[in-house]
Nanobody, 117 residues
Framework: QVQLVESGGGSVQAGGSMRISCAASGPTRTSVAMGWFRQAPGKDREFVAS????????TYADSVKGRFTISRDNGRIAVILEMNSLQVDDTAVYYC??????????WGQGTQVTVSS
């Protein structure tokens, strides 16, 4: 069974930085990418960033481009999301997901990121 474990998160003031991480275990050999999504209160879950293994292709939502960076953690099936210049609108529960083929098939339990003004 594939499991995703997120770490990091918490509270920070606007303009600050934060790092969140996600590591996968189990049968992950055929995964193609890992990504982050977020869901703010009263809003739908939205894509934030992803990283494909084969070409190390980083993809970002327009709202976080230039502020967030996704990278692979030491060759593992794991990623780090570095978040800089955080804004109040970045407040959300952040979910890690693992992609097989064209489907985001497995999800973490989420980690809360709160940005205060």
């Amino acid at each position: 069974q594939v499991q995703l474990v997120e770490s990091g998160g918490g509270s920070v003031q606007a303009g600050g930085s934060m790092r969140i991480s996600c590591a996968a275990s189990g049968p992950t050999r055929t995964s193609v990418a890992m990504g982050w999504f977020r869901q703010a209160p009263g809003k739908d879950r939205e894509f934030v960033a992803s990283l494909s293994w084969s070409r190390y292709r980083q993809t970002y939502a327009d709202s976080v481009k230039g502020r967030f960076t996704i990278s692979r953690d030491n060759g593992r099936i794991a990623v780090i999301l570095e978040m800089n210049s955080l804004q109040v609108d970045d407040t959300a529960v952040y979910y890690c997901a693992l992609k097989f083929g064209s489907q985001w098939a497995y999800w973490g339990q989420g980690t809360q990121v709160t940005v205060s003004s």
